[in-house]
């Protein structure tokens, strides 16, 4: 089964690391670019996830599929996503069900000092980042031989009605539904929320760490 809290970790790490780098104006769109920069590299080669789900097994050992699996995404990375990242962004172009102008408005607050804002593009980044990990530990399943049904139930440990696996979309989707399991939610100052009895309220699974304010 796959340890989603290392990618948890990995991601608030990232996030650290550009506050570091970058100043208050810039970082929440930064955020937003190296989001969609993931997110476009498995988009770019879904159709040769499909097909690492022929049946075939073609490795016995994980890593040997892993390595193969991230080998075409760093390549797709480099030859496609890279020379053409602010084009896709400006044509507004999908990845995994979400566009750039689903974001565009909550930048420009998170730019003029909403903390709210912020919050919402770092849990943003935090989420699609770890399951766009745990969609490219599904791929490499396919290439030992799983289908996807089976493929999934390897990488989370269960199954969920209704599961369907023909998109990137769905993976985003399905995978977080085992995956993400958490018990209890803040809301984006940190204080507990219960999602039935404080409607309207906007929360996060604590599994989240929240970082300080920006502003």
Request: glycine share 6%; charged share 25%.
């Amino acid at each position: 089964m796959y340890e989603v809290n290392k990618s948890y970790q990995n991601k608030i790490n990232k996030l650290n690391e550009w506050r570091n780098r970058y100043s208050k104006d810039e970082y929440p769109y930064k955020v937003i670019l190296n989001m969609f920069y993931d997110l476009f590299t498995t988009q770019k080669i879904w159709s040769q996830i499909n097909e690492s789900f022929s049946g075939y097994k073609k490795y016995s050992d994980f890593i040997d599929a892993f390595n193969e699996i991230t080998s075409i995404r760093r390549n797709a990375q480099l030859d496609y996503v890279q020379p053409n990242l602010m084009k896709l962004l400006d044509d507004n172009k999908e990845a995994a069900g979400i566009k750039y102008s689903d974001y565009s408005e909550l930048v420009s607050k998170a730019q003029g000092g909403d903390n709210h804002a912020v919050v919402e593009i770092e849990y943003s980044y935090w989420f699609y980042g770890s399951y766009n990990d745990a969609t490219i530990i599904w791929a490499a399943c396919g290439l030992l031989g799983f289908d996807k049904m089976s493929a999934y139930f390897e990488v989370t440990g269960g199954t969920v009605g209704g599961l369907r696996l023909d998109s990137f979309q769905d993976a985003i989707e399905f995978l977080p539904q085992i995956l993400s399991m958490g018990s209890s939610f803040v809301d984006a100052d940190g204080n507990p929320v219960d999602p039935i009895m404080d409607q309207g309220v906007k929360y996060y699974p604590k599994e989240f760490k929240l970082l300080p304010p920006l502003w």
